[in-house]
């Protein structure tokens, strides 16, 4: 029993041969394709705009600042947070921006960490991002005695 051509030799069907190759290469595509996506919707949704400290002293005036003032607070609401806890705030450097120097106590050291924190805002007055450094312990406001 012949298969194939005259010659006695096997005949190979290319078109069925691309069209199965490129049937996985379609589907290993789809995949590959997918998976990209979903690690793209990943690292984007793993990325803030918020500036992530790295000590750990200044964590917990990060966590506050995260917690009370989420992104898109108003410029008001930041001063007034920042002006009910007496924080004092410093000439901004940038139009759109609040410079602030934010205190706190790190209760495991029992010592005061200060952080010169600056909030970043858009052009409608709300809030994008900030970013925070730490600097030299400054006492806080004592209420000026007569």
Known sequence: MKLGNRSGKRKLNLS?????????????????VVLL???LVLTMGGCQKTF?????QLKPIQEMI???????????RVN????????ETEP?????????????????????VTARVTFYFDANGKLNTFEMTRTMNQPANQPVQP
Not at 16 to 32: K, M, P, Y
Not at 52 to 56: A, E, G, I, N, Q
Not at 93 to 103: D, F, L, R, Y
């Open 16 to 32: 069925v041969i691309c069209r199965a190759g490129l049937g996985q290469l379609g589907q290993h595509a789809v995949v590959s």
């Open 37 to 39: 996506l979903a690690a």
């Open 52 to 56: 992530r400290v790295t000590d750990p």
């Open 66 to 76: 995260e917690t009370q003032l989420p992104m898109g607070s108003t410029t008001d």
């Open 80 to 87: 007034l947070f920042l002006a009910t806890r007496g924080y």
């Open 92 to 112: 901004a450097e940038k139009p759109g921006t609040i410079v602030a120097v934010i205190w706190h106590i790190d209760t495991q050291r029992v010592e005061p």
